[in-house]
């Protein structure tokens, strides 16, 4: 029962650890530069507006 509990952890840690072996760098490739510009004031409303208009319960409706 040893003897086969200890080949089966040999055949398991094999079968595991393959994959980290087959594993590659990567290799830099001629990849653009995406152009990033942030958005200035993104959370302010125009005015007259007002954020949370639509929220709302209706009770005996």
Same mark, same amino acid.
């Given at each position: 029962? =040893?003897?086969c509990l200890? #080949?089966?952890s040999a055949i398991a840690l094999v079968v595991c650890a393959a994959p980290l072996f087959a @594993? @590659? =760098?990567a290799t #830099? @490739? !001629?990849v653009p530069e #995406? &152009?990033?510009t942030s958005v &200035? !004031?993104?959370l302010k409303v125009p005015t007259g507006e007002t954020l949370g208009e639509a929220v709302g319960i209706a009770t005996n409706s």
């Open positions: 029962m =040893k003897r200890a #080949i089966v @594993q @590659q =760098k #830099i @490739q !001629n #995406i &152009p990033y &200035p !004031n993104l």
